[in-house]
């Protein structure tokens, strides 16, 4: 066995065999979920296919082809492109600083002639690749050393604090979540972790005075007392409330729900895309969508695990906890346990980059897994 294994490890694999190893269990459990998507953007335009369904369904076709070309390169190719991927994204975080357009409230798309772009989303699996590589030639004891860890969180805390600019808290906190995850997978000493800990605790009242906007104030302040002003500030996260609360046990059918056709909540198609599922599916509809998320976040951690490259296995890791993230955050956001941060719900949401960089992610996880063999040597003695 160990010697097949070897062997495997050694061989550069056909494009048919390639193709053959593609995990199309975990592609159509993905398809699966996004047609629930699909159909929650048919449902909250009156039963129509547009203005939302029909563009995120073409995206998503072009995103399942980013996913095949993208498992079909070696992971070895996308190790050599991680630094380059990760300093585009940060030249166009700049440029979001520089010339990017504001929607919404907030400064976080340029135009890149008929195509929108937010760059923060980019990050996310950009800032996931290059910390997988760094990391890769980093031994325990490397990981834990001042100059190392110094260079892991700069990677971490310049997009961080461009997002956060925009402004965009949501997605800085997965951008930070991200990367310390990655820094405890890769073996972070915990002597080094708790003082993090203590001094993030020790930092939130100097960020709640001098880097929090008024706005992102108002939703922790909405978040602890939504009632105080249902009819303003507390509006969305009621209004979701009462959508999740009116679907009960099975909900109120297919193309029923009252929340999003009566227009009650705001951002329906994007951010509480996931109340409207609720309202129409009920508890039983809305369990079954998250174990469908919770199947494909297993097949991320087994892919992990099976990867015998250091690399592969932090970037699998990496990418299916963005994932989860993206889930756990969403979910806790739209049911009022957690301040509104404006996070979508991955394949279910719409948006165009969202979408196409969950389908990329997904491609470099299936990349790891086709590519599970190759073994990737490690070696110390350089910083990157």
């Known amino acids: 066995m160990a010697i097949r294994a ?12 390639k193709l053959t190893d593609v995990n199309w269990g975990l592609v159509l459990l993905i398809t699966v979920i996004a047609c629930c998507g699909f159909a929650m953007l048919y449902s909250v335009a009156g039963g129509r296919f547009n203005p939302w369904a029909t563009p995120q369904i073409l995206r998503f076709m072009v995103g399942c082809l980013i996913l095949v070309v993208v498992a079909l390169i070696d992971i070895r190719v996308w190790m050599s492109l991680a630094y380059p991927a990760y300093g585009l994204a940060l030249l166009l975080l700049i440029a979001v600083v520089v010339v990017g357009h504001a929607g919404l409230g907030a400064q976080r798309w340029i135009s890149l002639g008929p195509v929108e772009l937010q760059p923060s989303e980019l990050m996310k699996v950009s800032l996931v690749l290059a910390l997988a590589r760094f990391l890769h030639r980093k031994s325990v004891e490397e990981v834990s050393k001042p100059l190392n860890l110094g260079i892991a969180l700069a990677m971490i805390g310049v997009p961080a604090m461009l997002v956060v600019m925009e402004p965009n808290l949501g997605t800085t906190l997965i951008i930070v979540m991200d990367g310390c995850a990655l820094l405890f997978l890769a073996g972070l000493s915990w002597y080094w972790i708790v003082p993090a800990l203590t001094a993030v605790a020790i930092a939130i009242p100097t960020a709640w005075e001098y880097v929090m906007h008024d706005y992102q104030k108002a939703r922790v302040m909405t978040f602890l007392d939504p009632e105080a002003d249902a009819l303003g500030a507390g509006w969305n996260i009621t209004q979701a409330k009462v959508a999740i609360g009116s679907g009960g046990i099975s909900g109120k059918g297919f193309l029923q729900g009252t929340q999003s056709r009566l227009n009650f909540l705001p951002e329906k198609q994007t951010d509480f895309i996931f109340t409207n599922f609720a309202e129409e599916f009920g ?19 087994q892919i992990a695990t099976s990867a015998r490259s250091h690399f592969g296995r932090l970037l699998a890791m990496g990418i299916t906890l963005n994932f989860f993230f993206y889930i756990m955050i969403n979910g806790l956001m739209v049911m009022g346990l957690i301040p509104v ?15 196409l960089t969950v389908m990329f992610g997904f491609g470099l996880l299936m990349s790891v897994h086709v590519h599970r063999q190759v073994e990737i040597p490690r070696y110390s003695g350089g910083i990157i």
């Open 6 to 17: 070897y062997a495997a490890a050694k061989r550069t694999l056909s494009l048919a065999e």
């Open 283 to 301: 508890f039983v509809g809305s369990v079954a969508l998250l174990i469908l998320f919770a199947v494909v976040i297993f097949y991320g951690l």
């Open 341 to 355: 941060v404006g996070i979508p719900m991955p394949l279910l949401s719409y948006g165009g980059t969202a979408m």
